[in-house]
């Protein structure tokens, strides 16, 4: 975010920025969302809603399942939220006590080691790579648990930030079941699902009525200022969840509530814009290596390329720095991601324009 924060002060300042730094969709929300936020507007009446969301975007997200997975999820699983980040401080708030360790993925997202901490919980980061599939597996948790000791819960993202992993049907099955036998909790982050490019795009749900699924509207459907996302809950968390996000959050904004139920009617303009990400994919793909940015991790699915630098730099904090003051291209450090390793590697968003994608990479090609 540092990063990002000085990208916009330079372009404030006429200066000609590529930014491959952030995570967010550069395409507007979907035609039929701006339009029922319009006609919403001119009603001129919004207001609080059930702190679970409105009874038509409960009812719409269950009809996606159906639709989409082929799973049958009752409306009143279903808890609307302001935001995947706020499912995630409602979910951990709900499941855990403080001084619980809850196992992430290193590298992972920056927000749930941070969350984690500010809440009072452990964060226990397990290395994944090749050998891991990219991803969390029973045998990692054990080995986590006879350092560290009892896990009380599991986050996994599929497909991941910033390594684009997607874990298959088995891999996620396998550790479903783990979860199942051991009572730990397992939260499973679906929200660049829609944004897979290779792979078994699975929900967690398909293989236990105890994940706990968190989704958002913020990738897929291209709605991050909106701050609307979801919760798939076990029956038995609902009215926990209910409780802690009265007193939170009261409700989701009912405007995005409105925009996201009309959301899932515009998918074909979505994946639309998914296939452009395809495009950008492919051309960091093909000229990333010759950069001497190797690729880290399989690029499966969401919009990221994650890739190591260490032929150029030990340093990517200041390796990112460096381009974004000579070259004016912003890219992300690896080091929010992964603390023990990150100083090696650096993350690529391809959710911008093509042309953007082709001039940062010239820039690139020119600088080192």
Known sequence: MDVLAEANRRRAAGRSVVSLAVGQPSHPAPAVALEAARQALETGRLGYTDALGTQSLRQAIAQHYAEYYGTTIA??????????SAAFNVAFLTL???????AITRPGYPAYRNILAALGLQPVEIAVGEETGHTLTPDALKAA???????????LASPANPTGTVTGRAALSALADHCARTGTAFISDEIYHGLTFSGEETTAIAFSDEAIVINSFSKYYCMTGWRIGWMVLPQHLVRAVERVTQSLYISAPELSQIAATAAFRGKAELDGVREHYRTNRQILADRLPGLGFQIASPMDG?????????????????????MLREIDVAITPGIDFDPVNGH??????????TEDIVEALDRIAAWV
Do not use: Q
């Not at 090696?344 to 324009?353: D, E, M, N, P």
């Open 75 to 84: 409306p009143e699983r279903i808890a609307v939220m302001t935001g995947s």
């Open 96 to 102: 855990f006590d403080a001084g619980d360790r809850v």
């Open 145 to 155: 648990e006879a350092e560290f000791g009892p896990i009380k819960g599991v986050l």
């Open 302 to 322: 969401a919009f990221y390329a994650y890739a190591d630098v260490s032929r150029m730099t030990n340093d990517t904090m200041d390796f990112a720095w460096k």
């Open 344 to 353: 090696r590697t650096v993350r690529l968003s391809y959710a911008g324009a």
